[in-house]
């Protein structure tokens, strides 16, 4: 039997190839059969973890809740890199300057990233914008999010700020930032789940010694971080608290 | 808690004496002067089950004007403006005394008697059953909705 390891969808997708890296690293090193499960999107992942099929995952925050409130998963690191923060972007020639300026029926393009999307929508309360009056467009992906606002098919458009550096020079440049996120705890955790405590410190250990090999550095450099940091219960939990402010 | 200040006070203030829940007072100084609410930001603070603060994010350091040490260990109502009523507060330790979550419209007072409106929403921290403490989590209100809580919190304060 393999424990099934998966990935918050969140993340590049040019990264799919180190995440399976990683999980290569990972088996060796702890012995253990593990199986990478990528979804394509944050229902497949919700519907995979109802389903009890996920021992291990990097979960967005927003998932890290339920995970461990509801679902008995165990804190065992948070990546040490750029913070997980997220921007209201709007056309480069779009009349707005700010937040406050934006105006009901606002069309909004977004992919399914709750993270993202709870965020950007506290950053659109300044202009008293809500789901009730703005006009939402979910897509696949941040370039399609960010193409839209370019065929001027909608007039902001929320991604994550790695997302939004990461699109071409060409695209970033008939885009203005309206907002950025200063959320600063809200941040993704890896977490293993009920099959796997007894081994819990075991992979703590190993995900914290990372970053002193140069070959885990090239690894956690190529995810996009510099190591794993140790998280307390505590941590986790204050940050679901805090998460559970900002979806009411 | 000690008497605000006069020497911190930026520009012309009003003088007022608050009386707390617990029938303790403060000198406290007022001006007009509003912060803006820092944009993108969430300004976050913790307390112990006494309302004490325990713990707090730069945002918060930064927009009370206090330094980090002025605050933790001091009663969270160091941050009460006069212009707030009573009853809000009194709402919101009900309301998160009985385990659930308070949500609503506060006018800060800062250091140097200036203040600024934050929408906050105040959880109980249950741990193992038990509240442990509480957190708040402030975000960016809108001018409508400053307005309208001024309004209002006036005409609760009228005696
Ligand atoms: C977590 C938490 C955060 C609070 N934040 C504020 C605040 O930002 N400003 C404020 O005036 N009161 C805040 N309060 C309420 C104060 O504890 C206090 O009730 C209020 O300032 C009125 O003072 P009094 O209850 O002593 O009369 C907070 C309470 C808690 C539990």
Redesign the pocket.
């Known amino acids: 039997m393999s424990f099934n390891f998966t990935v918050s969808p969140s993340f590049p997708n040019e990264r799919i190839s180190d995440w399976y890296i990683f999980n290569t690293w990972l088996q060796r090193s702890l012995s253990l059969p593990i199986h990478l499960e990528l979804y394509d999107n944050f229902g497949a992942q919700r519907a995979a973890i109802a389903a009890g099929k996920v021992d291990m995952i990097h979960a967005n925050p927003f998932d890290a809740s339920l995970l461990v409130r509801e679902k008995g998963f165990r804190a065992i690191a948070r990546p040490e890199g750029p913070p997980d923060e997220m921007v209201v972007v709007t056309a480069a020639d779009s009349p707005a300057q700010g937040i406050p300026d934006l105006t009901p029926g606002t069309r909004l393009a977004c992919t399914d990233d709750p993270c993202v999307n709870t965020v950007g929508r506290i950053l659109l309360e300044p202009a008293n914008l809500d789901t009730g009056n703005t006009v939402e467009h979910r897509r696949d992906t941040y370039i399609q999010v960010a193409k839209e606002i370019l065929r001027g098919e909608a007039d902001i458009g929320f991604l994550p700020v790695v997302a939004f550096k990461s699109l071409s020079s060409l695209v970033r440049r008939d885009l203005r930032v309206l907002v950025t996120s200063d959320a600063q705890v809200i941040q993704h955790v890896f977490l293993v789940g009920p099959a796997l405590h007894e081994r819990g410190d075991d992979i703590a250990r190993l995900l914290l010694a990372m970053h002193e090999t140069s070959k885990g550095i090239a690894m956690l450099e190529a995810l996009g971080a510099t190591s794993w940091q140790p998280v307390q219960q505590e941590d986790v939990e204050f940050m679901i608290d805090i998460i559970s402010t900002l979806t009411q | 808690m000690q008497d605000m200040d006069r020497a911190h006070i930026a520009g012309d203030a009003a003088e007022h004496v ?5 029938g ?1 007072s403060r000198r406290v100084y007022v001006t007009s002067i509003e912060t803006p609410y820092p944009h993108g930001k969430l ?1 976050v ?3 112990n089950t006494a ?1 004490i ?1 325990t713990q707090c994010n730069q945002s918060f350091v930064d927009m009370s004007g206090y330094a980090m040490d002025e605050l933790i260990g001091q ?7 006069p212009a ?1 009523p ?1 009853a ?3 709402d ?2 009900d309301t ?1 005394q009985a385990g659930r979550q308070w949500h609503g419209y ?4 800062r250091k140097d008697g200036g203040h600024y409106w ?1 929408y ?1 929403a ?2 109980p921290n249950i741990r193992d059953g038990n509240i442990a ?4 989590v ?1 975000r960016e209100p809108s001018r409508v909705n400053i307005e309208a809580s001024e309004a209002r919190y006036a005409e609760m304060n009228r005696p």
């Open positions: 608050l009386t707390y829940a617990d303790t300004i603070s913790r307390t309302g603060i009663p969270h109502s160091i941050l009460r403006h707030m009573a809000a507060f009194r919101l330790w998160v506060v006018k800060n007072l934050v906050a105040v959880v403490g509480y957190t708040s402030r």
